[in-house]
């Protein structure tokens, strides 16, 4: 009998299931992490053609010597104002991602906060960027 119960333990143990490679092993990735990551990269893309728009305007009024007027300050006033807006936009974008001075939000309706906040931003700023860009054009048109 003692020689039936040594085969039976040999066999438990030949089926121990932590002998399991690690290959095997799976990492939980959480959609929700994963959508949010992604539309904070959207973001980030969005608000540095926002950004060159922004600096590519403020270097033509700059080189062109309209700043100096009475409708290039205007202009320029207006694109410092776009300029704000964008660093509004790089701190909540910091927030979202838990990088900057304040936490990011649990909450889904927190989140979609600061996500429409974002996009109002961005709005202002293109507007204010296009305004300032069609101004220039004007200004630049050789008067007849």
């Known amino acids: 009998m003692c020689y ?3 085969v039976m333990s040999k066999r438990r143990n030949s089926l121990n ?3 399991v490679p690690a290959a095997h092993e799976m990492n939980v ?3 929700n992490d994963a959508r949010l990551s992604r539309r904070v990269e959207t973001y980030r893309a969005r608000l540095d053609r926002v950004l060159k728009g922004n600096k590519k305007a403020i270097t033509k009024l ?3 010597g309209m700043l100096f007027t009475r409708h290039g300050t205007r202009a320029g006033r207006d694109l410092l104002l776009a300029h ?4 509004r936009v790089v701190s909540l974008l ?3 991602q838990n990088e900057g001075d304040v936490p990011a939000p649990k909450k889904a309706e927190d989140v979609d906060a600061i996500f429409k ?5 961005l709005d202002r700023t293109s507007e204010l960027t296009q305004s300032t860009a069609e101004l220039l ?5 050789p008067e007849n």
Do not use: I
Request: net charge negative.
């Open 4 to 6: 039936g119960t040594r």
């Open 17 to 19: 299931l932590k002998a």
């Open 29 to 31: 990735v959480s959609l």
């Open 62 to 64: 700059f080189a062109t």
């Open 84 to 87: 704000e807006h964008l660093l």
């Open 94 to 96: 910091d927030r979202l």
């Open 117 to 121: 906040e974002l996009e109002e931003l």
């Open 137 to 141: 054009e004007e200004l630049n048109k």
